[in-house]
């Protein structure tokens, strides 16, 4: 792996569970994505380490209070749906903006659903295009797969998918990074 401001984040700070400790500025532009099917299926989860989303939700939370990461693409889902009902049209996205963190959910061939959770002074439209490009082509590649119920049930088919992603949001990381 090339060391880089993203990955020393990840050895030096975030293994080290000190999550809680980090100021805004040591937390990644981009500490994930979740992947779904446009009914809140959930298909695979993109993290910059293990867990990530969860503990970059629970940072700061006084009542630690758990939750299921699989009810956030129901929940996207049923925003699409309810915008949907409500007649918006060509609704490519929906953002989401907290103090703590920003979520940007993105809609891609009618099908899929991505729900990235952002450091909340992440710029996204600087990622715009990366993400989907890299999107874009991951969608056309695995199309048949993702549609294949027994495809997505398999552990094997979906770690594959999820360490794929975790170098990719190292490289988007970087990238956002050093472009700074």
Known sequence: ?????????????????????????????????LISKKNGISIATFEIFNNAIKQFLHKDNENGDSFELDLIPMFTSA?????????????????????????????????FTVTFFLNPSTDFERLENPVNDYLHNFFEEFMFDLCDVNKISSNEFIDSLEKLGWYWLLELNNSYISSQ
């Open 79 to 111: 925003l699409k749906l309810y915008s949907e009902a409500l007649n918006v049209r060509d609704l490519p996205r929906i953002e989401i903006n907290g103090s703590n963190i920003k979520l940007h959910i993105m809609f891609y061939f009618e099908k």
């Open 1 to 33: 792996m090339v060391i880089s401001k993203s990955s020393y984040y990840l050895m030096d700070t975030y293994l080290d569970n000190r999550i809680e400790e980090l100021e805004l500025d040591q937390i990644p532009p981009v500490i994930g994505c």
